[in-house]
């Protein structure tokens, strides 16, 4: 990054940070975000890999959070296939565990899902019925149908439709995108952006929102066996309106990679700049510091 020296970054209230053991002693809990900084959807970052897994090493708790459409159950094969060490973290909460739940208070309701098959373990057991949209008392949306060839607009009339019947959403991803490899992926976010844009509303639990995080505080307490401090807690994530802005709302700190799915945006940028995008996100997000990538 242009200008990226460590005396730029204290002069701008943030350090660039060369490894993040360093942060080890003052936050013993890390909630991680996945795709962006573990792994690109294609394969593993084995320096992000090494850096949780010493950290555990350390005596500290590693969650991982995402704003994955699925239960954590199913992340698992995932993490597995794209080669991240199950000895790098402890426990995985995802935006479909606790979207599950805002599911579940529609028992015995009509529900339509909107998204790909991949996402159908998102549905497994819960106390719904799965209809046809003319059915339907509520709208679940996972994603595209197909991401990799499919864009957000393609989907305005069907929102449209879905708005007019005055049907709520609840969005199961809020992430507008995510990086695979090179590419782009939009992902649910922008088709509930579009359905509010069009008088639809949306209810999500996914990360900026606060149930998320609630979860994973309650699961590093299930691992450590004591009360988890927000001040002892770090974020550590790659997304502007989704690891800044939950991090800033929910009063944890936070450990920003550049090198993510703001890489083209952020990448090469005075600090100054940087620091500027962060801080209009979130003002009172408090930054333990900033990395190009986690390692």
Not at 178 to 189: F, H, Q
Not at 193 to 206: N, P, R, T, Y
Not at 225 to 251: E, F, M, W
């Amino acid at each position: 990054m242009k200008g990226s020296s460590k005396a730029r970054y204290r002069q701008n209230n943030a350090q660039l940070i060369d490894s993040a053991d360093e942060l080890s002693p003052r936050y013993p809990v890390w909630l991680c975000d996945v795709w962006g900084v573990v792994h690109d959807g294609v394969t593993a970052r084995q320096a992000a890999c090494q850096a949780l897994l010493r950290h555990r090493q350390a005596g500290g708790t590693v969650v991982l959070v995402t704003n994955a459409p699925r239960p954590s159950s199913a992340i698992l094969p995932q993490l597995e296939q794209l080669h991240v060490a199950r000895e790098c973290f402890d426990a995985i909460v995802s935006s479909g565990d606790v979207t599950r739940q805002l599911v579940s208070q529609w028992a015995e309701r009509n529900v339509y899902h909107l998204g790909p098959a991949k996402d159908l373990s998102l549905l497994a057991g819960l106390p719904v019925d799965f209809t046809a949209m003319d059915k339907a008392d509520v709208v679940l949306c996972s994603g595209l149908l197909d991401d990799d060839h499919e864009a957000p607009q393609d989907y305005r009339d069907l929102l449209s439709d879905l708005a007019q019947r005055q049907l709520p959403m609840i969005c199961a991803n809020p992430d507008r995108v995510v990086r695979k490899g090179s590419k782009l992926i939009p992902c649910a976010g922008a088709l509930a952006d579009i359905f509010e844009e069009l008088g639809g509303s949306v209810q999500m639990a996914g990360k900026p929102y606060t149930p998320i995080y609630d979860e994973c505080l309650r699961q590093a307490e299930l691992v450590t066996g004591a009360q988890v401090p927000r001040k002892s807690v770090l974020a550590i994530g790659d997304g502007l309106p989704t690891d800044v802005k939950g991090a800033g709302n929910y009063g944890i700190d936070l450990l920003f990679i550049v090198e993510g799915i703001h890489e083209r945006e952020l990448n090469g940028k005075d600090t100054r700049v940087l620091l500027r995008r962060v801080h209009e996100i979130a003002p009172q997000v408090q930054l333990a510091g900033i990395m190009t990538d986690l390692r």
